[in-house]
């Protein structure tokens, strides 16, 4: 089960888990890629969603003894397109489809994210369309994956246009049988 938020680069990128599982395990890692993968396909429509691990560097051998541990894994993954590593400066562009990395961190970049588009609207550059992605009213909420049906968790302070996007979300979700396609994923 993860937490993802979409369109935090280009049009489509999503960043998972972003605080359900604060410490994760390899194998957690490389299920969030395959359920962000999945995502991405079917209610982005991305064809051959890119994914990438969220590291400290490019280069495979690099990270803490749990990226280094969650690299292979994903290298060697045959449902997804992995990338490689990326950084943090990688998140806000577009050389990935969808960045896996531990809840924690996701919070903190979410969080991060958010108050982006704070300062930017204080300083009067809040209407570039770059910015409003990190508004939570235009994501409407969190998508839980990995769950049997649509599950989408709402900022504390949502309003009417987070709410109905939240729907759209949730509607995109079951006409793509999104649920049932990640069961499949995971028993086939």
């Known amino acids: 089960i993860s937490t993802v938020v979409p369109q935090l680069s280009g049009n489509t990128g999503l960043l998972l888990d972003v605080g359900m599982n604060l410490d994760c395990k390899p194998e957690q890692l490389n299920q969030f890629a395959i359920l962000g993968s999945l995502y991405s396909q079917h209610v982005l429509n ?23 541990s969650t690299y292979p894994l994903l290298k060697e993954n045959s449902k997804i397109n ?3 590593n990326v950084e ?49 009213e235009n994501y409407g909420g969190t998508p839980v994956l990995g769950v049997a049906k649509p599950v989408i968790i709402g900022h504390g302070i949502s309003n009417d246009k987070a709410f109905m996007n939240m729907i759209v979300t949730a509607t995109k979700m079951i006409e793509s049988d999104l649920c049932n396609k990640i069961k499949e994923s995971f028993t086939a």
Do not use: M, S
């Not at 991305?46 to 280094?68: C, D, H, S, W, Y």
């Not at 400066?89 to 961190?105: Q, S």
């Not at 994210?113 to 209407?127: F, L, M, P, S």
């Open 46 to 68: 991305v064809e051959n969603p890119r994914v990438g691990l969220l590291n400290v560097g490019e280069e495979e051998g690099k990270g803490n003894a749990v990226l280094q």
């Open 88 to 136: 943090g400066r990688d998140i806000f562009n577009d050389k990935v489809d969808v960045t896996v990395c531990d809840g924690y961190t996701g919070n903190v970049i979410l969080k991060l994210a958010e108050t982006v588009y704070d300062i930017a609207v204080r300083r009067n550059v809040g209407d570039d369309e770059y910015f409003h992605r990190f508004h939570y």
């Open 82 to 84: 992995f990338i490689g």
